[in-house]
């Protein structure tokens, strides 16, 4: 087998067809735990060249502490994800739509799956089923830095986010209400039109714009009648360069994406800046002190008017 070489950031390679399957009840974090894990199958050999489908691992393991800190989530609450994850990605599938040949599929995440209480670690095996469709087949996978999603607060944020960076080059994309039922696996909730929109892709869509603004996405309704049947979501275009892998002189093409806004976490502040946290609480010490001075002064004035009388 080929070296693999390790990336600085982990990116996440998903074929087209699975950017766009239902993963039924995995909220948002299950769906983190998945991505990350679908972040460490790919790479490129010394070369720089895509592994191909039969060089890539099925096996892999993930680290409370790497995902706490890929996601920016509490240790502790790590622990629990993965240790509950560990028993979903073997018990559930996604359902993926076969229009073409008129089918409906469901295929499972996972074979194997265990969780080390000791190391506090999640070790997966990705099913012969569903490593096609995790392959790094040019043509049909997008492809995205793990990063760009790791801020998101929503699962229906992250996957309409994904939608986007499969039409990156188009810069409009459309779909049927029903098929965004199905990606956002909404299942029965929001029977009504107007929550499903304001519970799932209007609230995705001022979260984008809000850590990535240059992005300007935006939605307009397309209807038949009175009702609507189809959304338009239309956003800047990636820009794309062209380019050549100086190692194998073959094409290869440059993304250059909206810049992402930083996002602070409040639980961070004070581990990352001590001095503030320190800052914050002196002046609450100094009025008590000085509080208590201004009491003894008072009680020494009555005190001296008493003696005088």
């Known amino acids: 087998m080929q070296k693999l070489h390790d990336r600085k950031t982990p990116i996440v ?46 096996e892999h393991t993930l680290t409370a502490k790497e995902f706490s800190q890929q996601f920016n989530l509490e240790l502790d609450g790590s622990y629990t994800t993965l240790k509950r994850v560990a028993k979903k990605l073997t018990e559930t599938s996604l359902t993926l739509e076969k229009p073409e040949l008129f089918e409906t599929w469901h295929i499972a995440l996972c074979s194997q799956s265990k969780y080390n209480h000791k190391q506090g670690s999640l070790t997966v095996k990705f099913s012969e089923e569903i ?15 793990l990063k760009e999603i790791a801020n998101f607060g929503s699962l229906y944020t992250t996957r309409l986010y994904e ?16 098929q965004l039922r199905n990606i956002f696996a909404v299942g029965n909730k929001f029977a009504d ?8 892709f209007a609230h995705a869509i001022n979260e984008i714009n809000a850590q990535y603004p240059t992005i300007n996405l935006v939605m307009s309704e397309i209807k038949e009648g009175r009702k609507v049947i189809a959304i338009r979501f ?15 002189n073959q094409p290869k093409n440059i993304y250059t994406k909206p810049k992402q806004l930083p ?10 800046q001590p001095e503030i946290a320190e800052s914050v609480k002196k002046p609450k010490e100094k009025t008590k002190d000085n509080d208590k001075i201004k009491i003894n002064d008072l009680i020494d004035k009555l005190k001296s008017k008493g003696k005088k009388k």
């Open 131 to 145: 490593m096609p469709y995790l392959a790094q087949v040019k043509s049909k996978f997008v492809l995205y830095n």
């Open 13 to 58: 390679y998903k074929n087209k067809k699975i950017n766009s399957a239902n993963f039924g009840t995995y909220n948002l974090n299950d769906y983190q735990v998945f991505l990350q894990l679908v972040s460490m199958i790919g790479g490129v050999n010394e070369l720089g060249e895509y592994l191909q489908p039969d060089q890539l691992q099925r």
């Open 163 to 178: 939608i986007i960076q499969e039409f990156k080059d188009t810069g409009y994309i459309i779909k049927s209400v029903e």
């Open 234 to 248: 239309d956003f800047k275009l990636t820009l794309i360069n062209k380019s050549f892998n100086p190692l194998t």
């Open 263 to 272: 996002v602070i976490k409040p639980k961070l502040i004070e581990k990352k």
């Open 193 to 200: 039109y107007n929550n499903f929109k304001r519970k799932t």
